[in-house]
């Protein structure tokens, strides 16, 4: 049984909010977690600062990264505020990159903690912000959020619900769902990309794209919105360094 409270004690000696606010949650997720990607009854924390993530499992080697709010209403909300864009990207887009535990708290209790699988989570879901203004301490620096919202139900697994901790093995069972679902869209990425390579010229328009619907038609019989789909893997793909927006309905191959 977990105990939903953090352990305010921890706060002493720190003094900004968002410091607190790490010490205090991660100390949860050390002291309660499982790993609900093989069911290990603990996962490691990674010592401070590790620019992979925050936690491990020493059992199946999935990494976790942790990211928190304080929320009246308890819900985790739309968006997520985080730190740098260019990090946030280069870890997302990595060999190794982490799965995502998300916690909403109130009054120092955990509200709701979910898991998104690293395979949810892409470029498409991280905001740009402005840069800071000159005036700024850190002038220049370019801070993103993370639109929670445009990552599919089944790759958002409740581990706490509304103060309800799920059952461990319903848990295990929706994250072994939610990859059959990771595993179509890859699919789709990597047929996307496949129909660029078959197309000659290195400037190409989103037209000669939509060519090969009736063949990606085929391969996906069950999705009846071949050209929006097409569009979303344009995006991910120019999220990824693969190709470049030039001009509306025109791009270039980079890789």
Known sequence: MMDLLLNTSLRHGYHGATQIARVETEDWVYRNMYCPICGEPKIIHYEANKPVADFYCNK?????????????????????????YATMIERITSLHNPNFFFMSHHDNEVVNFVLVPNAFFNPSIIIKRKPLSINAR??????CDIDISSIPNNGKIYI???KKEIDHEMVRRQYLKSKEGAVESKGWLMDVLNCIDKIGEKEFLLQDVYDFTPSLQARHPNNNNVEPKIRQQLQILRDKGFIEFTSR???????
């Open 60 to 84: 199946c080697s999935s990494d976790f990264e942790l990211k928190s709010k304080e929320s009246r209403s308890g819900k985790l909300g739309r968006i997520i505020k985080d730190g740098a």
């Open 138 to 143: 850190r002038s220049g620096w370019v801070g």
């Open 160 to 162: 706490i619900k509304d």
């Open 249 to 255: 309905g025109q791009y270039t191959k980079l890789k």
